[in-house]
C-alpha cells in the first residue's frame, strides 16, 4: 500500500500562484509515477499531469502547459504541483495518484493503484 497525502491548496485570485504536495509513506515511493487528477463541481475527473518514476519525464495536458510544472523529491517522497498563472477554470479538487512505475507516464485514472484525498483549488476572477 501507497499512503498519499495532498496539501496545499487554497483560494487564490486569478493569475497567482499555488504550490499541492504529496506526500507518501508505505511502499517505496520511487517505484511509482505520479499523477494528478482534477475534478471541478459536476464535472468529471480529469487528468491533469503525470511524472514518470524516476522524475525525468513529463507530462502535461494542453491546459495546463507553460502554466503547471509537476517536480518529485523521492528522497522526500514527495511529489508537487506548481500552478502558476491559475485561471478560474483551474478551481477543482486536485488528486495525486501511484500507478506502478513500468507503466512509464500513465493518463488514465484506471491505471493508477493509490489515490489521496483530494486538496481544493479555488481561483476568483
Known amino acids: 500500500q501507497v499512503q498519499l497525502v495532498e496539501s496545499g491548496g487554497g483560494l487564490v485570485q486569478a493569475g497567482g500562484s499555488l504550490r499541492l504536495s504529496c506526500a507518501a509513506s508505505?511502499?517505496?515511493?520511487?517505484?511509482?509515477?505520479t499523477g494528478w487528477f482534477r475534478q471541478a463541481p459536476g464535472k468529471e475527473r480529469e487528468f491533469v499531469a503525470v511524472i514518470d518514476w524516476s522524475g525525468s519525464s513529463t507530462y502535461c495536458t494542453d491546459s495546463v502547459k507553460g502554466r503547471f510544472t509537476i517536480p518529485r523529491e523521492n528522497a522526500k517522497n514527495t511529489a508537487y504541483m506548481l500552478m502558476n498563472s491559475l485561471k478560474p477554470e483551474d478551481t477543482a479538487v486536485y488528486y495525486c495518484?501511484?500507478?506502478?512505475?513500468?507503466?512509464?507516464?500513465?493518463?488514465?485514472?484506471?491505471?493508477?493503484?493509490?489515490w489521496g484525498q483530494g486538496t481544493q483549488v479555488t481561483v476568483s476572477s
Open positions: 495518484a501511484a500507478a506502478q512505475g513500468l507503466l512509464g507516464r500513465p493518463r488514465i485514472a484506471s491505471q493508477y493503484d493509490f
Open positions: 508505505g511502499r517505496t515511493f520511487s517505484n511509482y509515477a
